[in-house]
């Protein structure tokens, strides 16, 4: 008789309902929270995602640049979305959080729009394309994929690495040198290198492109890198672990609490930075700080 209070008017029928359904709502959404921390603690966690994309892809972990990973539920799996750079090409993942099973892949040349489906021979689970029915498009009409290693008629990346250091009269074993780009691209129709490279000692940056036909320097640029040094040692750059520590410290956190999904050196606008993005929790951090002061000069964090 007490229930029947609440619906024994039309007025008191609708808040009584609303209230219920508001209820409902709040634990269907407290349980989805509970499942999806629990298959996150259980599975292969960030960097297990990473490595498993790393060696679908068949790229060297040391040369790639990471710009998200994340965790989500998609196509009825806990998944890990991994989107990264490596070689000049942007490679897009889905990744099973349980057992890293890759469940799609993409890749495209950066700055490109034509997406090229990415396969490296057989693996433990067939490519998950969202268009039922679609079919590989013929190797022959697909542009060739930038390697870095030498195939005919082209040089390595290791080899226009090399090329660019010797002619800027570097030695990279007696100097400090820090690579910001080392990608293969196109430009005109020719396939050439971009090998950026900062080196501490001078306190410069260098440009260098590289015809990965022939070795030859297509263009070539120094540029002073501007900055008092940390702690007044006249322009040197901090190292990227110092960096994180920098960019960890600010948030109140410490390295064993935190996975870095980017950390990199970059040069723009005559300043040169370090990029540090890491994840705790639930919460993504974004901080950008003076590669020769240590200042901390853009901070960011998201939920």
Known sequence: MKVKKFFDTPLKAVAS???ILAVLAILGVGTAFAVST??????????????AAFADAGVDPAGVVLSRTEFEFERGHFVYEV????DGMDYDYLVRASDG????????PSDDENVIPYTTGETTAPLVTDTPGATDTSPATQPAAPTTTSSAGQISLDEAKALALADAGVDAQQTQVEFI????????GRSVYDIDFIVAAQNSVYEYEIDAGTGAVLSKSVENIQGGGASGTGG???SLDEAKEIAVGHAGLTL???HFSKAKLEHDDGRTVYEIEFYQGYVEYECTIDATTGAVLEYDMDR
């Open 256 to 258: 064993a609490d935190v």
């Open 83 to 86: 989107d990264f750079t490596a």
């Open 181 to 188: 780009q080392e990608k293969q691209d196109w430009d005109d």
């Open 17 to 19: 309902v609303a209230c």
């Open 38 to 51: 629990v298959a996150e603690n259980t599975s292969i966690g960030v960097r297990g995602a990473q490595d």
């Open 101 to 108: 099973t890759i469940l799609s892949r993409e890749r495209e």
């Open 236 to 238: 040197t750059l901090l």
